[in-house]
């Protein structure tokens, strides 16, 4: 075949690819990331349930997570950093709370370029965030970072079980909740755009990789899926937890999709956050 004939066929089939690897690397954080800024409907919850702004500081500038105190009025018994999905706003977990056990204390975390926040989400930042929220909690509630992390524990959703699972291995926090998780942003990006596209994933997400490490300290952990899920499928949650077996328990949630799984199972997550 001659040379020639071969430059003709494969030329525009490389220039499509390669407009599409340049497409997905300049715009593909737009495409996992949606972010939303809070109303004034939201700042007057907080007020009425005696909220309080926690306010740090990342490479990324000011940012803003919600502390929730516990509704008897006490010391929190547990205090549970709370991850949502990529177009929740931590404030949005607010509606879930009086259902939960009224002894524990809530820090309503929001990625970089959410809510109040500055900056452009990725893992990195978002782990950085974590960290320093943590610190800046302990700050306001007059206690050392040390007698704090036995206490807390992480609740995520979606995108924000890798937001969780980073922060529990960071911190090394022994409770986890995680609903619907996937197993890597990669593994997402093939079942969207297809191979070898999904490798240009530039935030790479690994949940199978972090849940090791949190099972491997010692923490318990708990995954909620529901079987109608059809952004993230519960096989991506049976592989994770057959990964662990007997220190990872999996709840299949017949009927459940993944946008109001927890609206429908927020009292057996309740309880389970009692039970950890």
Known sequence: MPVSFLFRVLRPITVLVLSAVVLLTSCQAKLIYYPRSYHEGYRKVLAKRSGARIEYTTGQGQQVAHYMPPMNGKKPTKVWLCYGGNNYLGLDWMQYLTAWDPSF???????????????????????????????????????????????????????GCAAGLMAADDLNIRRVILIAPFTTLTEMGKRFIGWPLCYVNMHRFNNRRHLAHVVDKGAKVVIFHGTADQVIPI???????????????????EGEDHNYILNNIGVEVGDTMSSL
């Open 105 to 159: 204390g809530y820090l309503l975390m929001d990625y970089p370029g959410y809510g109040d926040c500055q900056g452009i989400p990725n893992p990195g930042r978002i782990r950085d965030s974590s960290r320093e929220a943590v610190q800046a909690l302990a700050r306001h509630l007059n206690e050392t970072p040390e007698l704090l992390l036995p206490r807390m524990g992480v609740l995520c959703h979606s995108i």
């Open 235 to 253: 096989s991506m949650s049976r592989e994770l937890a057959a990964a662990h077996p007997g220190r990872v328990t999996l709840h299949e949630k």
